[in-house]
């Protein structure tokens, strides 16, 4: 995966798949750090799993006998000096974190976190999303619920919708300063 926004896409597809209900996604930009937390409340992992989970070798999935997504994420976040943690639950859902040292030459471009988003709640109605974007002290949030109170009956997951929500967070974010790659 060539950005950040690549593997926040993967792990949240991830949540997805585990029937989670809500998942936050929040970003925050300090320092020279990139920190990226996915946190749902899907069926969770047992501890032998989570242990497992970097594994490239290893993988739920019945269709393929290797997954990728997060052994890439882990390898991507180490080459810059970060770290990737994961704590999950069975029955209770699952936390990931990635650290990423912006300054490392090695750190992916952030990428099109704002496409990334309204893909992924416009993809998905029925789970809501809630996006967070800290830069500094400045926050941007959105949520499923806020966009669907906001249009009332109109069904979120057209096309129109999407290319409203990808400008709107774009915007947002640029107003943040958040540079896109």
Do not use: W
């Given at each position: 995966?060539?950005?950040?926004?690549?593997?926040?896409?993967?792990?949240?597809?991830?949540?997805?798949?585990?029937?989670?209900?809500?998942?936050?996604?929040?970003?925050?930009?300090?320092?020279?750090?990139?920190?990226?937390?996915?946190?749902?409340?899907?069926?969770?992992?047992?501890?032998?799993?989570?242990?497992?989970?970097?594994?490239?070798?290893?993988?739920?999935?019945?269709?393929?006998?290797?997954?990728?997504?997060?052994?890439?994420?882990?390898?991507?976040?180490?080459?810059?000096?970060?770290?990737?943690?994961?704590?999950?639950?069975?029955?209770?859902?699952?936390?990931?974190?990635?650290?990423?040292?912006?300054?490392?030459?090695?750190?992916?471009?952030?990428?099109?976190?704002?496409?990334?988003?309204?893909?992924?709640?416009?993809?998905?109605?029925?789970?809501?999303?809630?996006?967070?974007?800290?830069?500094?002290?400045?926050?941007?949030?959105?949520?499923?619920?806020?966009?669907?109170e906001?249009?009332?009956?109109?069904?979120?997951s057209?096309?129109?919708?999407?290319?409203?929500?990808?400008?709107?967070?774009?915007?947002?974010?640029?107003?943040?300063?958040?540079?896109?790659?």
């Amino acid at each position: 995966m060539k950005t950040i926004s690549e593997h926040i896409m993967d792990i949240a597809q991830n949540s997805v798949k585990a029937g989670a209900k809500t998942i936050i996604l929040e970003l925050t930009d300090r320092d020279d750090i990139l920190l990226f937390r996915i946190e749902d409340d899907g069926c969770g992992m047992d501890k032998e799993t989570v242990k497992r989970v970097s594994d490239p070798f290893y993988t739920t999935r019945t269709t393929r006998k290797i997954g990728m997504g997060i052994p890439l994420l882990k390898q991507n976040a180490e080459q810059t000096g970060g770290e990737v943690v994961i704590r999950s639950e069975q029955g209770s859902g699952t936390i990931l974190k990635a650290k990423f040292i912006t300054s490392n030459i090695d750190c992916p471009p952030l990428g099109d976190i704002h496409v990334t988003v309204a893909l992924l709640i416009t993809g998905n109605p029925g789970i809501n999303f809630i996006f967070r974007y800290i830069k500094g002290k400045d926050v941007y949030e959105l949520s499923t619920a806020d966009i669907k109170e906001a249009m009332g009956d109109m069904d979120i997951s057209v096309p129109k919708v999407t290319s409203f929500l990808k400008d709107m967070i774009e915007e947002n974010l640029a107003q943040l300063g958040v540079k896109f790659d």
